[in-house]
């Protein structure tokens, strides 16, 4: 905590923020949610221990949302295999006063719900590394067909056609509208978050995915630093420097996923980029965060398209309804697809590299100092992409910044002078944001919707 802005932080208490409509609605469904999912795992085994385990655990997350929704204190969290990381949280609900649920800072409490969590599984012999998650992340891949395939299809055109002739990565104006197309396309793949759509039908998912929707968006988009990144790969591709890394602080798996690849791979194949470096979660988290379990999960739905997206969800199996089969093409356009990113991955260019630190339960204020190795490794990217609203908020502090404060500002230890070349793409979900012009933060507030409805890119381009 000493390392955090001493800008006040969003807090539970406030009855007008998500933080309070989260704690109050949002996190008690989701719990709900992931005891449905170890009922059906409990019904599909024989196994009398698994069985035993998997009724405590259910038993677990009753107590957890009975605490929750009835404002008990956060109890501290028991060691389980990670002492330094259960000490961290414990220390900090202790210097927080072990406050309750509706009273707590919503950056700690979030974090702390996942993290506690996850030891109802690692303290057990058969679930210890079981994704409560796993199932609703491959459901809704599966509904994100439609715009997996439109993405297939104009992804392997452009590959193939950078492959067929360089010289198109040679024309400025073209590398700067493709560069600028695909970043947008993994801006708006964050629209689909699985813990904040638990009520919305997956028609409504599938209306936030497609190119109709990226270009209705458009306007959407408040703060756009895109030439700014698109200058610094390329200036750093013109020196000729031997290495140019990207690295992608991942946020949601299945279609959020699926776009971040669609960019890594173009940065690729164009040389923007010699290497990608994708950074997972290493535990259960925020429902639908990318596990390195994700990744290969994703390239073998792409392997065998057919069996996949052909497959019904489990809402399609429950109304009966069959998925149409996939033509020959779009069959064709994924096996592209699979093959270009399983080669990349399988040579090298294209790397998985976890870190236990990214569910810490503190802000990335304190990455610096909490994670120096961590902060060392970030400073060898030429550009660290942070995926997503949740690592938006850790970026700035979760904190109720005045709206018009730079990003750069915001960004504190992780700003300028950091080393780190910071690009955050985030659909503005939460409360905090920075960076925008005067009068605009009050103007979208009074629009229908609110603030919410609309998407930010923002960016720090300072070492």
Not at 42 to 63: N, P, R, W
Not at 69 to 88: C, K, M, N, S, V
Not at 225 to 247: H, I, S, T
Not at 274 to 291: M, Y
Request: proline share 5%; hydrophobic share 40%.
């Amino acid at each position: 905590m000493e390392f955090d802005t001493k800008t006040p932080k969003s807090v539970t208490s406030d009855p007008k923020s998500f933080a309070s409509e989260s704690v109050r609605m949002r996190w008690p469904v989701i719990l709900t949610g992931a005891i449905d999912d170890i009922f059906k795992a409990i019904s599909s085994t024989d196994d009398a221990e698994k069985q035993a385990e998997g009724k405590k655990i259910i038993e677990q997350l009753g107590s957890l949302k009975y605490e929750m929704l009835h404002d008990r204190q956060l109890t501290p969290i028991p060691e389980d295999g990670f002492p330094d990381e259960t000490a961290a949280y414990n220390k900090e609900l202790e210097q927080l006063g072990n406050p309750t649920w509706f009273q707590v800072p919503w950056l700690f409490a979030e974090c702390y719900m996942y993290r506690r969590l996850n030891t109802f599984f690692t303290l057990t012999n058969h679930w210890k590394s079981y994704d409560l998650f796993a199932r609703q992340k491959t459901d809704t891949f599966r509904t994100s067909r439609n715009a997996v395939v439109e993405l297939a299809a104009r992804y392997a055109d452009i590959i193939k056609k950078i492959r067929a002739d360089k010289d198109i990565t040679h024309d400025p104006e073209t590398e700067k509208i493709l560069f600028t197309e695909m970043c947008e396309v993994c801006l708006w793949g964050n629209a689909t978050d699985l813990s904040l759509l638990t009520n919305m039908t997956y028609e409504d998912i599938q209306k936030l995915q497609g190119s109709e929707a990226r270009k209705a968006a458009e306007q959407n988009i408040l703060v756009n630093n895109l030439p700014e990144a698109f200058a610094l790969l390329k200036k750093a591709q013109a020196e000729g420097k031997k290495e140019r890394r990207v690295d992608f602080v991942l946020d949601n798996a299945g279609f959020e996923l699926y776009v971040d690849l669609v960019l890594a791979g173009y940065l690729l194949n164009t040389g923007l980029a010699t290497h990608v470096v994708l950074r997972p979660k290493s535990i259960p988290w925020f429902v639908s965060d990318v596990l390195p379990t994700d990744f290969a999960a994703l390239l073998s739905a792409l392997a065998n398209p057919k069996g996949f997206f052909e497959s019904p969800t489990e809402e399609e199996k429950v109304s009966e309804k069959t998925p149409a089969p996939l033509a020959p093409k779009e069959v064709e356009d994924l096996l592209y697809v699979f093959q270009d990113w399983a080669t990349l991955h399988g040579e090298g260019q294209l790397a998985i590299r976890p870190n236990r630190y990214w569910t810490a339960g503190g802000s990335f204020w304190r990455l610096p100092h909490e994670a120096p190795e961590l902060h060392e490794d970030l400073k060898q990217a030429e550009l660290v992409i942070f995926k997503g609203d949740l690592n938006y908020r850790k970026l700035v502090g979760d904190a109720w910044w005045d709206a018009t404060t730079p990003f750069a500002e915001a960004l504190g230890p992780m700003g300028p002078g950091s080393g780190v070349n910071v690009m955050s793409l985030r659909t503005c979900k939460a409360d905090v944001v920075v960076g925008l012009p005067a009068g605009k933060d009050e103007e979208l507030r009074a629009t229908e919707g609110g603030r919410w409805r609309f998407r930010c890119q923002k960016m720090g381009l300072e070492r």
